[in-house]
């Protein structure tokens, strides 16, 4: 049985957090959302204690894959629950990408900077970072 | 006018720079966007200022 590993990750907004994931290839019908927590599945079909508010299932995952769980803390932010076996696939690279898109979309969808006229005026790529430059005029 | 530009890298990290008019409202707006971002949470937000993850809040 592959173990989970525990990532605290600075992401608060779950609609970025779902529209990151579907960047990432995690489609709204490939995940799975829950009010309250429900278990991860190990790649035998088992209850794991591991448990999550949004759920990418095993099987989109990867074959002899685990769950891979977005847990909601009191504080509002998210733990990521990734078994070590998946890991390989979806360690830290995996985890920078999605929060480079989730950063993309916090960014694209501040409320207070859109209910204030400022628009998105340049969206470049410098590198391998996005820049994306906003404007009131 | 007021210009905000926001540089996320390939490590997830951003930065948020200020250029153009730096009023108390355009201000507010990048400190609520950079808690959202998750850069800072507490942190002073002052006219123009480079915040980035790495480093510690420094005058441009």
Known sequence: ??????????ISDRDALMAALADMG??????????????????????????????LPRKYVGGSSNDIGFERMPDGRYRAHIS?????????????QLMQRYGYHVTLTDV??????????????????????LSDD | MSKIIVTIGKNGKASVKVEGLQDSSCLAKTKSLL????????????PGVVVNVDEDIKVR
């Open chain 1, 1 to 10: 049985m592959s173990h989970y590993t525990e990532q605290v990750m600075e």
């Open chain 1, 26 to 55: 995690f489609t709204k019908d490939k995940v799975k959302t829950y009010a309250e927590p429900h278990a991860l599945e190990g790649y035998e079909g088992d209850a794991r204690k591991q448990r999550a508010h949004i759920i």
């Open chain 1, 84 to 96: 070590e076996y998946d890991t390989h696939r979806y360690g830290k690279a995996w985890q920078d």
């Open chain 1, 112 to 133: 207070d900077l859109i209910r204030d006229g400022y628009r998105v005026v340049e969206e470049n790529k410098v590198g391998d970072a996005i820049q994306i430059v």
């Open chain 2, 35 to 46: 808690k959202r971002l998750g850069i800072i949470r507490d942190q002073r937000v002052d």
